[in-house]
Protein backbone atom coordinates (compact mmCIF):
# COMPACT_ATOMS: atom_id res chain seq x y z
CA UNK A 1 0.00 0.00 0.00
CA UNK A 2 2.79 2.25 0.41
CA UNK A 3 4.58 1.60 -2.34
CA UNK A 4 1.10 2.13 -4.41
CA UNK A 5 0.86 5.59 -2.86
CA UNK A 6 4.66 6.51 -3.42
CA UNK A 7 3.89 5.55 -7.34
CA UNK A 8 1.25 8.00 -7.17
CA UNK A 9 3.25 10.90 -5.10
CA UNK A 10 6.11 10.35 -8.01
CA UNK A 11 3.40 10.37 -10.84
CA UNK A 12 1.45 13.86 -9.36
CA UNK A 13 5.12 15.44 -9.15
CA UNK A 14 5.54 14.60 -12.62
CA UNK A 15 2.62 15.88 -14.08
CA UNK A 16 2.64 19.32 -12.09
CA UNK A 17 6.33 19.77 -13.78
CA UNK A 18 5.44 18.72 -16.99
CA UNK A 19 2.66 21.39 -16.53
CA UNK A 20 4.68 23.98 -15.57
CA UNK A 21 7.50 23.46 -18.34
CA UNK A 22 5.07 23.23 -20.82
CA UNK A 23 3.55 26.87 -19.45
CA UNK A 24 6.82 28.15 -19.62
CA UNK A 25 7.69 26.54 -22.87
CA UNK A 26 4.55 28.33 -24.18
CA UNK A 27 5.76 31.68 -22.66
CA UNK A 28 8.97 31.76 -23.71
CA UNK A 29 7.94 30.85 -27.47
CA UNK A 30 6.14 33.77 -27.61
CA UNK A 31 7.45 36.05 -30.68
CA UNK A 32 8.31 39.33 -29.36
CA UNK A 33 6.85 42.44 -31.32
CA UNK A 34 9.25 45.11 -30.51
CA UNK A 35 11.73 46.21 -32.65
CA UNK A 36 13.04 49.12 -31.51
CA UNK A 37 16.90 49.55 -31.59
CA UNK A 38 19.09 49.45 -28.25
CA UNK A 39 22.65 50.10 -29.28
CA UNK A 40 25.29 50.60 -31.93
CA UNK A 41 28.84 49.79 -31.38
CA UNK A 42 32.05 50.05 -33.72
CA UNK A 43 34.53 47.52 -32.97
CA UNK A 44 38.19 48.76 -32.33
CA UNK A 45 40.46 48.50 -35.43
CA UNK A 46 44.44 49.22 -34.18
CA UNK A 47 44.51 51.63 -37.59
CA UNK A 48 42.01 54.02 -36.73
CA UNK A 49 42.06 56.00 -33.55
CA UNK A 50 39.00 56.38 -31.17
CA UNK A 51 36.33 54.72 -33.50
CA UNK A 52 35.32 52.05 -30.88
CA UNK A 53 34.66 55.17 -28.75
CA UNK A 54 31.50 56.09 -30.96
CA UNK A 55 28.43 56.48 -28.45
CA UNK A 56 25.21 56.30 -30.60
CA UNK A 57 21.75 57.37 -29.30
CA UNK A 58 18.33 57.74 -31.05
CA UNK A 59 17.18 61.11 -31.56
CA UNK A 60 13.89 62.87 -33.47
CA UNK A 61 15.00 65.08 -36.30
CA UNK A 62 12.67 67.30 -37.94
CA UNK A 63 15.29 67.59 -41.59
CA UNK A 64 14.19 64.07 -41.80
CA UNK A 65 10.01 64.17 -42.11
CA UNK A 66 9.88 64.11 -38.38
CA UNK A 67 11.86 60.47 -38.13
CA UNK A 68 14.06 58.89 -35.84
CA UNK A 69 17.99 58.64 -36.88
CA UNK A 70 20.76 56.47 -34.97
CA UNK A 71 23.34 59.27 -34.33
CA UNK A 72 26.84 59.84 -32.36
CA UNK A 73 26.18 64.02 -30.84
CA UNK A 74 29.76 63.81 -30.30
CA UNK A 75 31.85 63.70 -33.50
CA UNK A 76 34.33 61.14 -34.27
CA UNK A 77 38.22 62.91 -34.70
CA UNK A 78 38.80 65.26 -38.29
CA UNK A 79 39.44 62.44 -40.65
CA UNK A 80 38.41 59.63 -38.97
CA UNK A 81 37.98 56.81 -41.79
CA UNK A 82 34.04 55.10 -41.53
CA UNK A 83 34.50 53.23 -44.89
CA UNK A 84 35.32 49.97 -43.39
CA UNK A 85 33.69 49.75 -40.22
CA UNK A 86 32.32 46.73 -38.14
CA UNK A 87 29.57 47.40 -36.20
CA UNK A 88 27.62 45.57 -33.79
CA UNK A 89 23.80 46.61 -33.40
CA UNK A 90 21.15 45.24 -30.97
CA UNK A 91 17.67 45.32 -30.75
CA UNK A 92 15.08 44.33 -28.26
CA UNK A 93 14.17 41.28 -30.95
CA UNK A 94 15.24 41.35 -34.55
CA UNK A 95 14.04 38.33 -36.77
CA UNK A 96 16.34 40.20 -39.88
CA UNK A 97 17.65 43.30 -40.38
CA UNK A 98 18.11 45.50 -43.67
CA UNK A 99 21.04 48.10 -44.36
CA UNK A 100 19.99 50.51 -47.09
CA UNK A 101 23.24 51.93 -48.88
CA UNK A 102 23.52 55.05 -51.27
CA UNK A 103 25.78 54.83 -54.00
CA UNK A 104 29.74 55.99 -52.78
CA UNK A 105 30.41 59.58 -53.24
CA UNK A 106 26.45 60.88 -53.38
CA UNK A 107 25.51 64.07 -52.43
CA UNK A 108 21.98 62.53 -51.98
CA UNK A 109 20.28 59.86 -49.91
CA UNK A 110 18.46 57.71 -52.90
CA UNK A 111 18.84 54.00 -52.29
CA UNK A 112 21.16 52.09 -54.86
CA UNK A 113 21.99 48.70 -52.25
CA UNK A 114 20.24 46.69 -49.75
CA UNK A 115 22.24 44.58 -47.59
CA UNK A 116 21.04 41.69 -44.79
CA UNK A 117 23.21 42.27 -41.38
CA UNK A 118 24.43 38.76 -40.47
CA UNK A 119 26.21 39.95 -37.29
CA UNK A 120 29.83 40.02 -39.10
CA UNK A 121 29.65 42.38 -41.47
CA UNK A 122 32.40 45.29 -42.06
CA UNK A 123 30.04 48.40 -43.62
CA UNK A 124 30.82 51.93 -45.43
CA UNK A 125 29.43 54.12 -43.02
CA UNK A 126 29.47 56.97 -45.40
CA UNK A 127 27.21 55.07 -47.56
CA UNK A 128 25.10 53.47 -44.98
CA UNK A 129 21.45 56.04 -45.28
CA UNK A 130 18.99 53.59 -42.75
CA UNK A 131 18.21 50.48 -41.63
CA UNK A 132 14.98 48.47 -41.09
CA UNK A 133 15.00 46.41 -38.00
CA UNK A 134 12.04 43.37 -38.39
CA UNK A 135 10.81 41.83 -34.97
CA UNK A 136 10.71 38.59 -33.85
CA UNK A 137 6.84 38.07 -35.10
CA UNK A 138 8.73 38.89 -38.74
CA UNK A 139 5.83 41.26 -38.94
CA UNK A 140 6.25 44.68 -36.58
CA UNK A 141 9.32 46.81 -38.14
CA UNK A 142 10.85 50.23 -37.12
CA UNK A 143 13.30 51.91 -39.65
CA UNK A 144 15.63 54.32 -38.55
CA UNK A 145 17.83 56.75 -40.29
CA UNK A 146 21.85 56.34 -39.53
CA UNK A 147 24.32 58.86 -39.12
CA UNK A 148 28.23 58.66 -38.36
CA UNK A 149 29.48 62.41 -37.46
CA UNK A 150 33.16 62.99 -38.31
CA UNK A 151 34.37 66.27 -37.58
CA UNK A 152 34.88 68.07 -41.42
CA UNK A 153 37.23 70.91 -40.17
CA UNK A 154 40.57 70.21 -38.48
CA UNK A 155 39.82 70.39 -34.84
CA UNK A 156 43.76 72.40 -33.84
CA UNK A 157 43.49 74.97 -36.61
CA UNK A 158 42.90 78.58 -36.17
CA UNK A 159 40.87 80.14 -39.07
CA UNK A 160 41.63 83.82 -39.81
CA UNK A 161 39.70 86.47 -41.55
CA UNK A 162 39.04 90.41 -42.53
CA UNK A 163 36.26 91.33 -40.99
CA UNK A 164 36.44 95.17 -41.71
CA UNK A 165 38.76 97.63 -43.00
CA UNK A 166 39.09 101.37 -42.60
CA UNK A 167 36.70 101.47 -39.87
CA UNK A 168 37.34 105.26 -39.24
CA UNK A 169 38.41 108.33 -41.59
CA UNK A 170 40.87 109.83 -38.64
CA UNK A 171 44.78 109.38 -39.16
CA UNK A 172 46.38 108.53 -36.21
CA UNK A 173 48.48 105.45 -34.37
CA UNK A 174 47.35 106.38 -30.78
CA UNK A 175 44.12 103.57 -30.41
CA UNK A 176 43.02 101.06 -27.77
CA UNK A 177 40.26 98.93 -28.95
CA UNK A 178 38.32 96.79 -25.58
CA UNK A 179 35.00 94.96 -25.25
CA UNK A 180 33.31 96.49 -22.61
CA UNK A 181 29.30 96.42 -21.73
CA UNK A 182 28.80 93.78 -24.82
CA UNK A 183 29.85 96.05 -27.20
CA UNK A 184 33.41 97.18 -28.60
CA UNK A 185 35.56 100.34 -27.70
CA UNK A 186 37.54 101.87 -30.33
CA UNK A 187 39.19 105.09 -28.58
CA UNK A 188 41.78 107.40 -30.54
CA UNK A 189 43.78 110.28 -29.75
CA UNK A 190 45.60 112.93 -31.31
CA UNK A 191 46.87 114.62 -27.99
CA UNK A 192 44.63 117.49 -29.42
CA UNK A 193 41.42 115.42 -29.84
CA UNK A 194 39.80 112.22 -28.49
CA UNK A 195 37.70 109.85 -30.82
CA UNK A 196 35.97 106.96 -30.17
CA UNK A 197 33.93 104.23 -32.20
CA UNK A 198 31.98 101.49 -31.21
CA UNK A 199 30.45 98.52 -32.64
CA UNK A 200 28.72 95.17 -31.58
CA UNK A 201 30.46 92.95 -33.57
CA UNK A 202 33.36 94.50 -34.64
CA UNK A 203 32.40 94.89 -38.26
CA UNK A 204 29.78 97.75 -38.79
CA UNK A 205 31.30 100.72 -36.73
CA UNK A 206 29.60 103.67 -35.71
CA UNK A 207 31.20 107.33 -34.88
CA UNK A 208 30.65 108.23 -31.25
CA UNK A 209 32.66 110.71 -30.69
CA UNK A 210 30.24 113.67 -29.99
CA UNK A 211 28.78 111.87 -27.50
CA UNK A 212 32.01 111.42 -25.46
CA UNK A 213 32.63 113.54 -22.51
CA UNK A 214 35.24 114.53 -20.23
CA UNK A 215 37.81 112.61 -21.36
CA UNK A 216 40.45 114.73 -20.94
CA UNK A 217 43.30 115.31 -23.95
CA UNK A 218 46.28 114.46 -22.85
CA UNK A 219 46.24 110.47 -22.57
CA UNK A 220 48.85 109.24 -25.63
CA UNK A 221 51.14 107.91 -23.16
CA UNK A 222 48.17 106.00 -21.37
CA UNK A 223 45.49 105.06 -23.26
CA UNK A 224 46.73 101.84 -24.18
CA UNK A 225 46.74 100.83 -20.23
CA UNK A 226 42.96 101.57 -19.90
CA UNK A 227 41.68 98.99 -17.49
CA UNK A 228 38.44 97.71 -16.94
CA UNK A 229 37.25 97.11 -13.03
CA UNK A 230 33.81 96.24 -11.19
CA UNK A 231 31.41 97.34 -14.23
CA UNK A 232 33.83 100.78 -14.96
CA UNK A 233 36.43 101.77 -16.72
CA UNK A 234 39.61 103.58 -15.49
CA UNK A 235 42.34 105.46 -17.31
CA UNK A 236 45.13 107.64 -16.02
CA UNK A 237 45.87 111.04 -17.42
CA UNK A 238 50.24 111.79 -18.43
CA UNK A 239 49.44 114.74 -15.53
CA UNK A 240 48.80 111.29 -12.98
CA UNK A 241 44.84 112.10 -12.76
CA UNK A 242 42.46 108.96 -12.52
CA UNK A 243 39.47 109.43 -14.52
CA UNK A 244 36.70 106.30 -14.95
CA UNK A 245 33.37 105.60 -16.84
CA UNK A 246 30.41 103.80 -16.34
CA UNK A 247 29.41 103.22 -20.24
CA UNK A 248 32.63 104.23 -21.65
CA UNK A 249 31.16 107.89 -22.80
CA UNK A 250 30.85 109.76 -20.21
CA UNK A 251 34.15 110.28 -18.16
CA UNK A 252 34.95 111.70 -14.96
CA UNK A 253 37.58 112.63 -12.44
CA UNK A 254 38.09 110.27 -9.55
CA UNK A 255 38.53 111.70 -5.80
CA UNK A 256 41.52 109.90 -4.69
CA UNK A 257 43.77 110.09 -2.01
CA UNK A 258 47.44 109.04 -3.53
CA UNK A 259 48.43 112.96 -4.30
CA UNK A 260 47.66 114.05 -0.35
CA UNK A 261 49.79 110.93 0.29
CA UNK A 262 52.92 112.32 -1.54
CA UNK A 263 52.28 109.36 -4.38
CA UNK A 264 51.83 110.19 -8.22
CA UNK A 265 50.09 107.65 -10.44
CA UNK A 266 52.56 106.60 -13.47
CA UNK A 267 50.26 103.56 -14.61
CA UNK A 268 47.72 100.89 -14.61
CA UNK A 269 48.60 97.80 -14.43
CA UNK A 270 45.29 95.11 -14.08
CA UNK A 271 42.53 93.93 -12.15
CA UNK A 272 43.79 91.01 -10.03
CA UNK A 273 42.29 89.55 -6.97
CA UNK A 274 39.12 91.52 -6.89
CA UNK A 275 41.22 95.02 -6.78
CA UNK A 276 42.48 97.21 -9.20
CA UNK A 277 46.47 97.62 -9.37
CA UNK A 278 48.60 100.34 -10.45
CA UNK A 279 51.92 101.74 -10.22
CA UNK A 280 52.53 104.76 -8.34
CA UNK A 281 56.18 106.83 -7.33
CA UNK A 282 56.82 109.06 -4.33
CA UNK A 283 56.94 112.47 -4.97
CA UNK A 284 59.90 112.76 -1.98
CA UNK A 285 62.33 109.97 -3.12
CA UNK A 286 60.96 108.78 -6.90
CA UNK A 287 60.64 105.34 -6.17
CA UNK A 288 58.02 103.21 -7.93
CA UNK A 289 55.26 100.71 -5.60
CA UNK A 290 52.52 99.02 -6.72
CA UNK A 291 48.85 100.85 -5.51
CA UNK A 292 45.70 99.00 -5.14
CA UNK A 293 42.17 99.39 -4.42
CA UNK A 294 38.63 97.74 -3.96
CA UNK A 295 36.59 100.67 -5.05
CA UNK A 296 37.84 102.68 -7.13
CA UNK A 297 38.95 106.03 -4.91
CA UNK A 298 40.37 104.77 -1.70
CA UNK A 299 44.31 103.60 -2.96
CA UNK A 300 46.50 101.42 -0.92
CA UNK A 301 50.45 101.43 -1.25
CA UNK A 302 52.45 98.34 -1.16
CA UNK A 303 55.82 96.65 -2.41
CA UNK A 304 58.79 98.56 -4.03
CA UNK A 305 58.64 97.18 -7.40
CA UNK A 306 61.28 94.69 -8.35
CA UNK A 307 64.72 96.15 -10.07
CA UNK A 308 64.26 95.77 -13.92
CA UNK A 309 60.46 96.33 -13.75
CA UNK A 310 58.57 97.70 -16.11
CA UNK A 311 56.66 101.22 -15.81
CA UNK A 312 55.90 102.13 -19.21
CA UNK A 313 55.24 100.33 -22.84
CA UNK A 314 54.59 96.72 -20.81
CA UNK A 315 52.55 93.90 -21.89
CA UNK A 316 50.27 92.91 -18.67
CA UNK A 317 47.55 90.20 -18.03
CA UNK A 318 45.52 88.87 -15.69
CA UNK A 319 44.21 85.03 -16.01
CA UNK A 320 43.88 81.59 -15.40
CA UNK A 321 46.74 79.33 -14.97
CA UNK A 322 46.82 76.20 -16.09
CA UNK A 323 45.66 74.68 -13.08
CA UNK A 324 43.32 76.87 -12.93
CA UNK A 325 45.56 79.66 -10.69
CA UNK A 326 44.74 83.54 -11.15
CA UNK A 327 47.92 84.78 -12.25
CA UNK A 328 49.90 87.82 -13.66
CA UNK A 329 51.92 88.73 -16.26
CA UNK A 330 53.98 91.40 -17.02
CA UNK A 331 56.87 91.20 -19.92
CA UNK A 332 58.66 94.21 -22.01
CA UNK A 333 58.73 97.72 -21.83
CA UNK A 334 61.05 100.56 -20.32
CA UNK A 335 62.18 100.88 -16.97
CA UNK A 336 62.46 104.02 -14.93
CA UNK A 337 65.52 104.53 -16.53
CA UNK A 338 63.77 104.50 -20.29
CA UNK A 339 66.01 101.10 -20.57
CA UNK A 340 64.20 98.69 -22.99
CA UNK A 341 63.16 95.18 -21.21
CA UNK A 342 63.03 91.49 -22.04
CA UNK A 343 62.15 90.32 -18.38
CA UNK A 344 58.80 88.67 -18.11
CA UNK A 345 57.63 88.74 -14.83
CA UNK A 346 55.24 86.57 -13.07
CA UNK A 347 53.40 86.58 -9.41
CA UNK A 348 50.24 84.94 -7.97
CA UNK A 349 49.30 87.66 -5.99
CA UNK A 350 50.88 90.75 -7.16
CA UNK A 351 53.23 91.14 -4.36
CA UNK A 352 55.86 87.93 -4.78
CA UNK A 353 57.20 88.53 -8.23
CA UNK A 354 58.89 85.74 -10.06
CA UNK A 355 61.59 86.92 -13.40
CA UNK A 356 61.40 84.33 -16.14
CA UNK A 357 63.79 86.00 -17.65
CA UNK A 358 66.84 84.46 -15.59
CA UNK A 359 66.19 80.88 -16.59
CA UNK A 360 64.62 81.28 -19.97
CA UNK A 361 65.50 84.52 -22.16
CA UNK A 362 63.28 83.30 -25.16
CA UNK A 363 61.59 86.63 -25.44
CA UNK A 364 63.09 89.71 -26.73
CA UNK A 365 62.42 92.99 -25.77
CA UNK A 366 58.88 94.08 -26.71
CA UNK A 367 57.43 97.21 -27.85
CA UNK A 368 53.85 97.99 -28.81
CA UNK A 369 52.53 93.95 -28.00
CA UNK A 370 49.58 92.48 -27.23
CA UNK A 371 49.27 89.71 -25.11
CA UNK A 372 45.83 87.36 -24.43
CA UNK A 373 45.07 83.70 -22.25
CA UNK A 374 43.41 81.82 -25.10
CA UNK A 375 42.66 77.80 -25.34
CA UNK A 376 45.06 76.18 -22.69
CA UNK A 377 48.11 78.84 -23.98
CA UNK A 378 49.00 82.28 -23.59
CA UNK A 379 49.18 84.18 -27.30
CA UNK A 380 51.43 87.19 -27.84
CA UNK A 381 50.79 89.32 -31.42
CA UNK A 382 52.88 92.47 -32.31
CA UNK A 383 55.81 93.75 -35.31
CA UNK A 384 59.46 92.77 -34.96
CA UNK A 385 61.85 95.18 -36.42
CA UNK A 386 64.56 93.39 -38.96
CA UNK A 387 67.42 95.36 -38.88
CA UNK A 388 68.86 93.45 -41.84
CA UNK A 389 65.96 94.69 -44.27
CA UNK A 390 65.26 97.42 -42.01
CA UNK A 391 61.60 96.64 -41.92
CA UNK A 392 59.06 95.18 -39.53
CA UNK A 393 58.05 91.60 -39.44
CA UNK A 394 54.91 89.88 -37.61
CA UNK A 395 55.81 88.62 -34.24
CA UNK A 396 53.31 85.74 -33.33
CA UNK A 397 54.24 83.49 -30.32
CA UNK A 398 52.47 81.57 -28.15
CA UNK A 399 53.54 80.16 -24.59
CA UNK A 400 52.08 76.78 -23.09
CA UNK A 401 53.67 77.34 -19.83
CA UNK A 402 52.00 80.59 -18.37
CA UNK A 403 54.66 82.49 -19.86
CA UNK A 404 57.82 80.87 -18.25
CA UNK A 405 58.85 80.15 -22.59
CA UNK A 406 57.16 81.67 -25.65
CA UNK A 407 58.11 79.83 -29.24
CA UNK A 408 56.12 79.93 -32.72
CA UNK A 409 53.33 78.35 -32.95
CA UNK A 410 52.98 75.20 -35.71
CA UNK A 411 52.17 77.76 -38.68
CA UNK A 412 50.35 74.09 -40.28
CA UNK A 413 47.66 75.02 -37.86
CA UNK A 414 48.00 78.65 -36.48
CA UNK A 415 49.06 81.09 -39.06
CA UNK A 416 47.81 84.94 -39.36
CA UNK A 417 46.01 84.91 -43.31
CA UNK A 418 42.96 84.57 -44.64
CA UNK A 419 42.24 81.73 -47.00
CA UNK A 420 40.04 82.16 -50.25
CA UNK A 421 39.45 79.37 -52.70
CA UNK A 422 38.36 80.04 -55.92
CA UNK A 423 37.46 77.54 -58.76
CA UNK A 424 39.53 78.08 -61.76
CA UNK A 425 38.87 75.52 -64.43
CA UNK A 426 36.47 73.29 -62.14
CA UNK A 427 39.67 73.12 -60.23
CA UNK A 428 40.25 74.83 -56.64
CA UNK A 429 42.54 77.95 -56.42
CA UNK A 430 43.56 78.61 -53.21
CA UNK A 431 45.01 82.24 -52.16
CA UNK A 432 45.81 84.09 -48.93
CA UNK A 433 45.22 87.84 -47.77
CA UNK A 434 48.09 87.73 -44.90
CA UNK A 435 48.22 90.02 -42.15
CA UNK A 436 50.30 92.70 -42.26
CA UNK A 437 52.84 93.39 -39.14
CA UNK A 438 52.70 96.55 -37.19
CA UNK A 439 52.83 97.40 -33.57
CA UNK A 440 50.53 99.09 -30.78
CA UNK A 441 47.16 97.22 -32.60
CA UNK A 442 44.36 95.88 -30.20
CA UNK A 443 44.05 91.95 -29.23
CA UNK A 444 40.73 91.20 -28.07
CA UNK A 445 38.98 88.16 -26.73
CA UNK A 446 35.22 87.41 -26.84
CA UNK A 447 32.96 84.51 -26.51
CA UNK A 448 29.54 84.24 -28.10
CA UNK A 449 26.97 82.23 -26.49
CA UNK A 450 25.07 80.01 -28.97
CA UNK A 451 22.54 77.20 -27.55
CA UNK A 452 24.95 73.95 -28.14
CA UNK A 453 28.45 75.48 -28.04
CA UNK A 454 30.38 78.64 -27.63
CA UNK A 455 32.43 80.40 -30.03
CA UNK A 456 35.76 82.06 -28.82
CA UNK A 457 36.80 84.70 -30.89
CA UNK A 458 40.68 86.73 -31.45
CA UNK A 459 40.30 90.14 -33.01
CA UNK A 460 43.00 92.04 -33.80
CA UNK A 461 42.01 95.59 -34.29
CA UNK A 462 44.30 98.60 -35.45
CA UNK A 463 48.30 99.33 -35.21
CA UNK A 464 50.53 101.42 -37.05
CA UNK A 465 53.83 100.42 -38.62
CA UNK A 466 56.54 103.33 -38.18
CA UNK A 467 58.94 102.30 -40.73
CA UNK A 468 56.72 102.79 -43.57
CA UNK A 469 54.66 105.39 -41.68
CA UNK A 470 51.26 103.44 -42.21
CA UNK A 471 48.03 103.32 -39.93
CA UNK A 472 45.99 100.23 -40.02
CA UNK A 473 42.19 100.30 -39.55
CA UNK A 474 41.17 96.85 -40.49
CA UNK A 475 39.76 93.99 -37.71
CA UNK A 476 41.00 90.50 -38.10
CA UNK A 477 38.86 88.03 -36.97
CA UNK A 478 40.08 84.35 -35.71
CA UNK A 479 39.10 81.14 -33.58
CA UNK A 480 40.33 77.86 -32.80
CA UNK A 481 37.94 75.26 -34.55
CA UNK A 482 38.32 73.20 -31.76
CA UNK A 483 36.27 75.51 -29.28
CA UNK A 484 33.56 76.01 -31.33
CA UNK A 485 32.87 72.11 -31.37
CA UNK A 486 29.18 70.88 -30.02
CA UNK A 487 29.15 70.78 -26.41
CA UNK A 488 27.67 67.57 -25.01
CA UNK A 489 26.00 67.56 -22.03
CA UNK A 490 26.49 64.54 -19.84
Request: charged share 20%; aromatic share 14%; net charge negative.
Amino acid sequence: MKQVSFRLLVVAILAVLFVSCSWLDSTDSDPSVDPSFLSLTFAEDDSIEGLEDAEFTVEFDNSLGSDSVIVNLDSLPFKTDITKVIPTFTFISSAVTYVYLKAENSTDNAITDTVILTGTDTLNFERVVKLKNIAEDQVTERTYFVKVNVHKVDPDLYVWKKAADDIYSQSMSNQKAIFFNDKFYLYLTSGLKNYVYTSTDAKSWEDKTASLVNLPINISGTLRNIQEFAGKLYILTEDHKLYTSSNGLNWTAVSENMTAANYQFKNLLYAFRGKLWALVNSTNTSDYYFATTEDGSTWATNNAIPASFPVADFISLSFFSKTNQPKVLLAGGVDKDGKALQNVWSSENGSYWVDFNIENTTLDTLAGASVIAYDDRLLLVSGRYNKSKNELNTLYLESLDDGLSWSEPDTTYNYLREQHINIVNDEPDTTYTYYEPRIYQSVVQRSIVYPKYTDYYIYLIGGYNPYIKKIYKDVWVGKLNRLSFIEIED
